[in-house]
């Protein structure tokens, strides 16, 4: 995750969710601006004394919360807050960023228009970035094992959307499976042209990101 992030001495680097610190302790050996962010406080206190000595400066804070600033951000998400994580990005500026998701999240992230997985999260996220899976990560790598698989994901800004649209795309596609007509009108948004029989969920990422504008 530390060499796909490829970090550079003058870069302002982030990582939410510290856990131990064993991360953290590789990125700080980057001679680069680090700043942590960890809601744990057991977890805070053993970041801090694996980073002792270092520049990097760890907080008792949750990240989304804060408007840190940042040129790459490294981290390895508790999978509970992935869509959080996925919508407050859309709206950060920033460089590039290296995180580890849960595998069908990922799946989810990246499924197509019409596929039984593409959501609200992913059409905010195909508008918003560019995302690679640099690798796979078996569950018997972590301890204790989750029951679930993981994958190393690169983000890189493609465009930035607000909150309000963000939040707009999240009830379109809370209708998802209604015809897109009858949604916008329910819920107040213009439509320069009729869709026809379309559903929500036909709609591609650009046309989701037009009509929300």
């Not at 131990?20 to 001679?31: I, W």
């Not at 959080?84 to 500026?93: A, D, P, R, T, Y």
């Not at 329910?186 to 042209?193: I, N, Q, S, T, V």
């Amino acid at each position: 995750m530390v060499a796909s992030a490829q970090i550079l001495p003058s870069d302002r680097i982030i990582e939410i969710g510290t856990g131990r610190g064993v991360l953290t302790r590789e990125l700080a050996d980057k001679g680069a601006s680090l700043a942590g962010y960890e809601v744990d406080r057991q977890n805070f206190a053993e970041t801090t004394e694996a980073v002792r000595g270092t520049k990097a400066r760890i907080y008792l804070a949750n990240a989304f919360r804060e408007s840190p600033e940042f040129d790459v951000l490294v981290s390895s998400l508790p999978y509970s807050q992935s869509a959080i994580f996925v919508e407050w990005l859309s709206g950060i500026g920033f460089n590039r960023a290296v995180v580890l998701l849960q595998e069908d999240f990922v799946e989810k992230l990246l499924s197509p228009p019409g596929e039984r997985g593409y959501r609200g999260i992913s059409a905010l996220a195909q508008i918003s970035f560019d995302i690679k899976v640099l690798g796979r990560v078996d569950r018997q790598s972590f301890s204790p094992r989750p029951k679930v698989n993981s994958a190393i994901v690169s983000f890189t800004p493609k465009l930035r959307v607000s909150k309000a649209e963000a939040s707009t795309i999240m009830r379109l596609f809370s209708l998802r499976r209604r015809q897109i007509d009858s949604v916008l009108a329910e819920l107040g948004m213009r439509r320069r042209r009729s869709y026809g029989d379309r559903r929500v969920y036909s709609l591609l990422p650009e046309e989701v990101h037009e009509l929300c504008q």
